[in-house]
């Protein structure tokens, strides 16, 4: 039996958590974020915060709308804050391990009918619905960044996953305003299959010295009308999210086209992660974003 979803949780409230908790609480959920510490969650919360202003100056949302969206977001580092929710979102970092854990947490906290979903960029459904002890209840809601303004969310069904799960977290994404695409659950599902090779390519044009961060972002974004140029795109992203995906595409599909950069991974090696730690192919400490290359 698949529960009616009024509350929902996040677990993770970084750029995607954040973003995802901002639309939930906007389309009328009650939000719990949660995240590793008190500190974390409160960045979440004014990020949420700025972002909702911006929307109010923009005319996209009214000053009342703002302050009764701010209402339905709630504070949860104790994770025993979710014992009610309907629905839980996982936005956490790409990794598996601190996925499977953060599951292994909630299971036993959560009500039996509660249905769990990741919003992972690339890691396989099945196999986290099989560490949990619901995976007919299990699924891939995977939001697009920045999640207020991209229209798309991937839906991606484990093998156990149940219609009723899927045609309620269709009907979820629905209520915040999305459209879904539906993707099979293999590696990196359809978005990320696609873009990933793309952003790991423009970083081996770097590598070999074809171009410059400046000459290939400007090369993509007026030659093929692109918003962002592929590098301004990957620091966006998180550059450990970016390797992160490129790695579950060369062991999940173990095909070498899939091999993540060697330049990409001395960016992560260094903890030059792009915008979320002011620093990536650009630097971002002064008032205009410099290339580090
Ligand atoms: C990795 C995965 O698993 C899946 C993925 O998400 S892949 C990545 C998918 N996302 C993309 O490809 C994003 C490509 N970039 C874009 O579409 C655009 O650059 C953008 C929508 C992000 C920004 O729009 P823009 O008009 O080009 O730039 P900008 O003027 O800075 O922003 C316009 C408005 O968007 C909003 N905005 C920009 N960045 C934002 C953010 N990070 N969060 C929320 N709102 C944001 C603001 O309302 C901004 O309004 P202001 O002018 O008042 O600042
Ligand atoms: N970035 C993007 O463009 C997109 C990312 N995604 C996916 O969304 C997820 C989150 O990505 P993103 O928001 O960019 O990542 P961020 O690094 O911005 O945020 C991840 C957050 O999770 C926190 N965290 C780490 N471990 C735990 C844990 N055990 N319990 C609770 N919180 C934890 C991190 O804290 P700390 O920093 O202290 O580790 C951080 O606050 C990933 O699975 C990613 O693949 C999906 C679509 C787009």
């Known amino acids: 039996m698949v529960v009616e979803i009024k509350k929902i949780g996040v677990i993770g409230s970084g750029q995607m958590g954040s973003g ?3 639309v939930c609480a906007l389309s009328g959920f009650d939000v719990s974020l949660s995240d590793l510490s008190m500190d974390r969650i409160e960045s979440g919360l004014a990020s949420i915060n700025g ?5 109010v100056q923009k005319g996209q949302i009214t000053e009342e709308e703002r302050s009764a969206a701010l209402g339905r977001l709630s504070m949860a580092q104790d994770l025993d804050l979710l014992a009610d929710v309907d629905l839980v979102i996982e936005s956490a970092v790409e990794n598996e391990q601190v ?4 599951f292994a947490q909630l299971c036993p906290i959560l009500k039996p009918e509660a249905m769990l979903a990741t919003n992972t960029s690339s890691i ?6 099989a560490t949990t002890d619901r995976p007919e209840r299990f699924i891939g809601i995977h939001f697009m960044n920045p999640v207020p303004l991209m229209e798309l969310v991937e839906l991606v069904r484990g093998i156990a996953t149940e219609d009723e799960t899927f045609e309620a977290a269709k009907g979820f994404v629905k209520t915040v305003g999305k459209t879904v ?16 090779p793309m952003i790991n390519e423009a970083i081996y044009t770097l590598y070999e010295g074809v171009g410059s961060v400046e000459s290939i ?6 030659g093929a009308n692109h918003p962002m140029g592929p590098l301004q795109l990957a620091d966006f992203i998180g550059l ?7 790695q579950v595409l060369y062991e999940g599909l173990a095909d070498t086209k899939y091999r993540p950069c060697p330049l990409l991974v001395k960016y992560v090696e260094a903890g030059w992660l ?10 971002y400490r002064g008032d205009e974003p410099v290339p580090t290359r």
């Open 51 to 55: 972002n909702l202003a911006r929307q």
């Open 181 to 196: 695409a539906v993707a099979e659950d293999f590696p990196a599902f359809m978005v990320n299959r696609i873009l990933l």
């Open 124 to 129: 396989s459904i099945t196999r986290l619905a």
């Open 240 to 246: 450990d999210t970016c390797l992160s995906i490129m």
């Open 217 to 222: 972002d400007t090369a993509m974004r007026l």
């Open 20 to 22: 995802i908790a901002h």
């Open 274 to 283: 792009g915008r979320k730690t002011h620093r990536g192919f650009y630097d």
């Open 99 to 102: 996925k499977r854990k953060i």
